[in-house]
């Protein structure tokens, strides 16, 4: 049976096209700033927003994303004004945020283990054509400022105190990338799910490294190999019956692997055939003897 036939896995299909665009051109940076665990942190928070959703019986989608942010925020200017860790803020961030959304929750009237596991690791199957604006909205919000401001916020990862030297709002880009990667977070819990939307953001950037150079070839790379994963793990996933979201971060990883060893392999074969042009253009012994002899 062809999966277009039906209109919810068309909604799932589109869903998962967003965040393979959006979540590697976020990575990205993340990666550049060794922040490659941010993401699970803000997803533990946006956890907290899902419970504030369903106990108020609101839309969780929208509730996830403003606790979030304002988790992200807070994080960004505690680790800015240097009072603790970054370390420290991101266990704050785990702790609280899952302990907090678990106690929710339990709480709210819609307690029970599967609509919390839908967020968890994702429900593509069930997002609704509400769900799938708000996703599309803030993803197409997160690519335009990713790829519109890639110079300054490349800049600010790469060395902050020359940017700020240069004149550069510093604190703002600093804060953009905070609430982009808080809003990341949360439309992507759809998908994949809170505890592995963080492999969205990081295994795309990893996966692309391994065959390019240049950044803006890498950010291209992986939202590449991010929308491949996202659009062939939801056709693997309706033909094997398995989670879409695990699927889709299992396709990455696999993706991971190929292109590394593929690159391990290629770099072995060029150093031999570099090593055997050098010996086919040695000059004999004796010419070299002759030569010294002079």
């Known amino acids: 049976m062809d999966l277009f036939q039906h209109d919810f896995m068309l909604r799932a299909l589109v869903g998962a096209l967003i965040i393979g665009l959006s979540a590697p051109a976020l990575g990205i940076y993340l990666v550049q700033r060794r922040l490659s665990l941010i993401g699970d942190g803000i997803g533990h928070v946006a956890l907290t927003g899902v419970g504030v959703g369903l106990l108020l019986q609101r839309s969780p989608v929208i509730t996830a994303v ?27 961030l785990f702790y609280g945020g899952i302990a907090g959304g ?24 069930s997002t609704s054509r509400g769900d799938l604006t708000v996703i599309a909205v803030l993803g197409v919000a997160v690519l335009v400022a990713m790829l519109g401001l890639r110079p300054a916020l490349f800049a ?22 905070a609430v982009t990667t808080a ?17 969205m953001m990081v295994v795309p950037v990893a996966a692309a490294q391994q065959v390019t150079r240049g950044f803006r070839g890498t ?37 991971f692997l190929a292109l590394t060893v593929g690159a391990a392999t290629w770099r072995m074969l060029r150093g031999r055939i570099a090593a055997e042009r050098a010996a086919d253009h040695a000059e004999p012994p004796d010419v070299v003897l002759e030569e010294v002899a002079r």
Request: hydrophobic letters at 55%; aromatic letters at 4%; proline letters at 2%.
């Open 66 to 92: 403003v606790v979030s942010v304002l988790g992200a925020i807070a994080v960004e200017l505690v680790r800015e004004r240097g009072r603790t860790s970054g370390d420290l803020a991101l266990a704050l």
């Open 102 to 125: 678990v106690v929710l929750v339990g709480l709210s009237k819609d307690s029970g283990n599967a609509n919390l596991m839908q967020y968890l690791f994702g429900s593509l199957t």
């Open 183 to 199: 809003v990341t977070v949360t439309i992507a819990m759809r998908t994949v799910g809170l505890l592995l939307v963080s492999a």
């Open 156 to 177: 600010v990862c790469n060395d902050e105190e020359y940017a700020r030297v240069s004149g550069l709002p510093v604190r703002t880009l600093n804060l953009l990338m």
């Open 219 to 255: 950010m291209a790379t992986a939202m590449a190999i991010g929308v491949t994963a996202a659009v062939a793990g939801v056709g693997v996933a309706w033909e094997a019956e398995t989670a879409p979201g695990a699927t889709i971060v299992i396709l990455a990883i696999a993706a």
